[in-house]
Protein backbone atom coordinates (compact mmCIF):
# COMPACT_ATOMS: atom_id res chain seq x y z
CA UNK A 1 0.00 0.00 0.00
CA UNK A 2 1.34 3.60 -1.18
CA UNK A 3 2.15 5.90 1.68
CA UNK A 4 -0.59 8.88 2.04
CA UNK A 5 2.88 10.91 1.95
CA UNK A 6 5.46 12.00 -0.94
CA UNK A 7 8.72 12.64 -0.07
CA UNK A 8 12.12 13.57 -1.96
CA UNK A 9 15.32 14.37 0.04
CA UNK A 10 16.54 15.98 -3.33
CA UNK A 11 13.92 19.09 -3.82
CA UNK A 12 16.54 20.85 -0.91
CA UNK A 13 16.69 24.19 -2.53
CA UNK A 14 13.46 24.25 -3.28
CA UNK A 15 11.99 22.90 0.26
CA UNK A 16 14.82 26.01 1.35
CA UNK A 17 12.08 28.74 -0.47
CA UNK A 18 9.37 26.72 0.85
CA UNK A 19 10.35 26.88 4.35
CA UNK A 20 11.27 30.62 3.95
CA UNK A 21 13.11 33.29 4.99
CA UNK A 22 13.56 32.80 8.98
CA UNK A 23 15.98 29.92 10.45
CA UNK A 24 14.87 26.80 11.39
CA UNK A 25 14.64 25.84 15.21
CA UNK A 26 18.00 25.17 17.12
CA UNK A 27 19.24 21.77 15.81
CA UNK A 28 16.03 21.11 13.31
CA UNK A 29 16.84 19.58 9.86
CA UNK A 30 15.79 20.33 6.53
CA UNK A 31 15.70 17.04 4.87
CA UNK A 32 13.85 17.61 1.64
CA UNK A 33 10.10 18.39 -0.19
CA UNK A 34 7.15 16.55 1.46
CA UNK A 35 3.58 16.12 -0.55
CA UNK A 36 0.33 15.86 0.50
CA UNK A 37 -2.26 15.38 -2.48
CA UNK A 38 -1.75 19.40 -4.08
CA UNK A 39 0.01 20.49 -0.76
CA UNK A 40 3.87 20.64 -0.30
CA UNK A 41 5.70 21.97 1.94
CA UNK A 42 9.55 21.47 3.70
CA UNK A 43 9.98 18.39 5.68
CA UNK A 44 11.84 19.50 8.99
CA UNK A 45 13.05 16.96 11.26
CA UNK A 46 13.02 18.75 14.89
CA UNK A 47 16.09 17.93 17.59
CA UNK A 48 13.07 15.84 19.45
CA UNK A 49 12.48 13.21 16.05
CA UNK A 50 9.57 14.95 15.09
CA UNK A 51 8.20 15.37 11.90
CA UNK A 52 6.89 18.50 10.81
CA UNK A 53 5.88 20.33 7.14
CA UNK A 54 7.27 23.77 7.45
CA UNK A 55 6.28 26.06 5.12
CA UNK A 56 7.48 29.91 5.49
CA UNK A 57 7.81 29.71 9.32
CA UNK A 58 4.38 27.85 9.95
CA UNK A 59 4.41 24.04 11.22
CA UNK A 60 1.76 21.31 10.56
CA UNK A 61 2.08 18.27 12.53
CA UNK A 62 2.38 15.16 10.54
CA UNK A 63 1.50 11.34 11.16
CA UNK A 64 5.21 10.18 12.09
CA UNK A 65 4.32 6.55 10.67
CA UNK A 66 3.41 8.01 7.46
CA UNK A 67 6.23 9.97 6.95
CA UNK A 68 8.97 7.39 8.25
CA UNK A 69 6.73 4.78 5.96
CA UNK A 70 7.12 7.09 2.85
CA UNK A 71 10.87 7.57 3.45
CA UNK A 72 11.52 3.87 3.76
CA UNK A 73 9.24 3.94 0.02
CA UNK A 74 11.98 7.01 -0.92
CA UNK A 75 15.03 5.17 -0.16
CA UNK A 76 13.53 2.04 -1.54
CA UNK A 77 13.15 3.58 -4.66
CA UNK A 78 15.85 5.89 -5.13
CA UNK A 79 17.94 2.62 -4.92
CA UNK A 80 17.16 1.68 -7.98
Do not use: H
Not at 2 to 19: H, I, Q, Y
Not at 33 to 40: A, C, K, P, T, Y
Request: with cysteine; hydrophobic share 40%; charged share 20%.
Amino acid sequence: MRPVLDVSLKGVEKARLLAGPGPLPEGALLLGLIQMGSREGALVQFKSGTYVQWNAGVTRTLNQEDVKQALEVYECSSRG
